[in-house]
């Protein structure tokens, strides 16, 4: 499985972005699907994931109300969209993906990683 994510940028305090994580290489389905953020100086940190199959999808609580992860089969792609961003969001967002019947929470459970998209909020 490759990944593609990109969508990141320069967005002030109380902004949005949406990140988008593109698969190729095979289907996903029977996978999960994680997106993980990286602040300077600071071990990578899970966000969010979701299981392709079924879209239960699961975001951490200091994002959960502003950050919604989702999926579109038919394009191959999950989706971070993150609303009322703040500087502590800012980090290098990947996305990963493992083959799982539900939801991984740490790196190390993950099999594939795509690159990563940087994500800064200014205040």
């Known amino acids: 499985v490759q990944l593609q994510a990109s969508g990141g940028g320069l967005v002030q305090a109380g902004g949005s972005l949406r990140l988008s994580c593109a698969a190729s290489?095979?289907?996903?389905?029977?996978?999960?699907m994680g997106w993980f953020r990286q602040a300077p100086g600071l071990e990578r940190v899970f966000v969010a994931a979701i299981t392709w199959s079924s879209g239960r999808s699961y975001e951490i609580e200091s994002v959960k109300g502003r950050f919604t992860i989702s999926r579109d089969i038919a394009k191959n792609t999950v989706y971070l969209q993150m609303s009322n961003l703040r500087p502590d969001d800012t980090g290098v967002y990947s996305c990963?993906?493992?083959?799982?019947?539900?939801?991984?929470?740490?790196?190390?459970?993950?099999?594939?990683w795509g690159q990563g998209t940087q994500v800064t909020v200014s205040s």
């Open positions: 290489g095979r289907t996903l389905s029977g996978f999960a």
């Open positions: 990963a993906a493992v083959r799982q019947v539900g939801i991984p929470f740490t790196a190390r459970e993950y099999e594939y």
